[in-house]
């Protein structure tokens, strides 16, 4: 038997320990008022289930089509260019659910970002991208370097960078990612690019002396890349002391959404911006991007980044924003 | 109109949610916290707090995600605030802990698991913050990017994790690295 199943047999035996106690629910039902027994429906009493069901989906596709006749789509564009009017360059189009992040420029910037980044700052950077957050690896031995921005309609563009002590670099945590050995230098490449020209997903290591810069990138080509990862190759003064965006991160986060966030689901445009504007930053739209392209957020929050007071807050919300595909 | 009120007559949404989550709630809670009492209060809570926020959830087929992550996060505000476990997250204490974990012989070891029980009461040994994702993926059987969603943390981060706490089992069962990584 394989570590794999040993494992999940082990958690399944474990569950086998003792019943759920009852009176769990007892106890939830009971704080909430209602019965913990499903109620037999109308529709099931009477067996009138199929037919109001038929009913019911004939009323929406009708609604449908009458929507769709009646209703044109740049009527929300035109709200959204109302509600934040913009550079038509930074509103991209987007496919189903949206992206709507915000950049907020703050009162208090607390972070002098040239001070201490300026050695690892690339010199080259993809068109339209910037430095959106810069924090400590886990172990606190390497740094972490974010860099987002998307031109034109363009998808997601983004270079998450950690560079990081050669010492800390396993390559059996990259098992997966097809990492293949490309020199005796220890140049390691795991890219993915199914068009042949730009990266999804796309990661890169770079060894150069003591040092690994590990980089993931969406949404640019690998020469894009390359050049970016070239340009930090040059300094000489790797992982400097660095100020560590986190706690401001964590602060701003839970001031404008509550520390309760992730009970009650994302936060609309305009309730973000009354939070926004109760912390009394300025605030100004600068993109919308397509949820899709978000790895692992689809449909949330996707996280905070700070930089030089800067704020870059992602929002869903799909009721104020639609735009046109 | 009361045969559509949602808190008498239109309940069953809740019901099917309950029947549907409360054994993976319960059992979830309880291998984070390890204590029967404390993983009854996490599912009160946590199935209440489901009750109030369903309706504020815009995206339904990502339920599992979120009725997880809401356990995750309730798990660990409980061991916080009962001070049981270390679970603050100071990342360079947990590293150094696993790091000198993984690096500890099992030959020399006095431990032979061969038992399910036993590598249980290994897992339990796994701090939090690479347990947890264990959890989700072996017992909850979530992809990473669910665990990355439910944790907040990128996909990466999840498959060191799960990768270190894999990692910690096999060095502590004796097994060959080699012959069982996924």
């Known amino acids: 038997m394989t570590l794999d199943n040993e494992i999940k047999s082990a958690m399944l035996k474990e569950t086998e320990k003792f019943e759920i106690p009852s009176d769990i629910r007892e106890r939830v039902f009971g704080e909430i008022g209602v019965s913990g027994k499903r109620r037999k429906s109308f529709w099931e009493t009477y067996n009138l289930k199929g037919l109001v069901t038929s009913a019911l989906i004939g009323i929406v596709i009708g609604g449908m089509i009458t929507m769709m006749v009646f209703y044109s789509p740049i009527k929300e564009s035109l709200y959204a260019q109302e509600k934040f009017p913009q550079n038509s360059n930074t509103v991209n189009k987007v496919q189903g659910s949206e992206y709507v992040k915000l950049q907020l420029l703050s009162a208090n910037s607390t972070n002098n970002i040239e001070e201490d980044i300026t050695k690892l700052y690339p010199k080259y950077l993809p068109s339209n991208m910037k430095l959106v957050r810069r924090a400590k690896t886990e172990d606190g031995k390497g740094i972490i370097l974010d860099f987002s921005g998307n031109p034109d309609d363009s998808p997601l563009r983004y270079i998450h960078m950690q560079i990081i002590p050669k010492e800390m670099f396993n390559i059996e945590s990259h098992i997966g990612e097809n990492v293949t050995l490309e020199n005796n230098k220890g140049f390691l490449e795991t890219i993915y690019y199914p068009d042949g020209k730009t990266l999804e997903m796309g990661s890169i290591s770079y060894e150069m002396n003591d040092t690994i810069i590990l980089a993931r990138a969406s949404g640019i080509s690998k020469d894009e890349l390359l050049n970016t990862i070239d340009s930090i190759k040059e300094t000489k003064h790797l992982l400097p002391d660095h100020t560590d965006d986190s706690a401001l991160l964590e602060t701003v986060s839970n001031k404008i959404l509550g520390e309760d966030y992730y009970t009650s689901g994302p936060p609309n445009i305009d309730e973000a911006i009354k939070g926004i504007e109760e912390l009394g930053l300025e605030y100004e739209l600068v993109s919308i991007m397509s949820v899709e392209h978000a790895e692992g957020y689809d449909g949330t929050i996707s996280g905070f980044t700070v930089r030089e007071g800067v704020v870059f807050l992602f929002v869903t919300d799909s009721k104020s924003i639609k735009l046109p595909k | ?182």
């Not at chain 2, 009725?67 to 204490?93: A, M, P």
């Not at chain 2, 012989?105 to 036993?118: G, M, R, V």
């Not at chain 2, 996909?155 to 690295?177: A, C, E, F, P, Q």
Request: proline share 2%; charged share 30%.
């Open chain 2, 1 to 182: 109109m009361a045969f559509f009120s949602k808190k008498e007559d239109g309940n069953d949404w809740f019901v099917d949610i309950y029947d549907k989550y409360e054994y993976h709630v319960f059992w979830t809670a309880y291998m984070i916290v390890k204590n029967k009492d404390l993983a009854k209060d996490i599912s009160q809570e946590v199935f209440i707090k489901i009750y109030n926020s369903y309706f504020k959830l815009k995206n339904k087929d990502a339920i599992s995600a979120w009725i997880y992550r809401i356990t995750v996060n309730t798990s660990i505000n409980v061991i916080n605030s009962e001070k049981k476990n270390v679970v603050g997250f100071d990342v360079e204490e947990i590293n150094r802990v696993i790091e000198d974990r993984v690096s500890f012989q099992p030959e020399e070891s006095t431990i032979k698991t061969e038992t399910k029980n036993e590598i249980m009461e290994i897992i339990y040994q796994i701090p939090d913050i690479h347990r947890i994702p264990l959890i989700l993926y072996y017992f909850n059987e979530l992809s990473y990017k669910e665990i990355a969603h439910c944790l907040h943390c990128p996909i990466g981060t999840v498959k060191s994790r799960i990768h270190n706490g894999k990692k910690y089992l096999r060095n502590m069962l004796g097994k060959d690295v080699k012959n069982d990584i996924g």
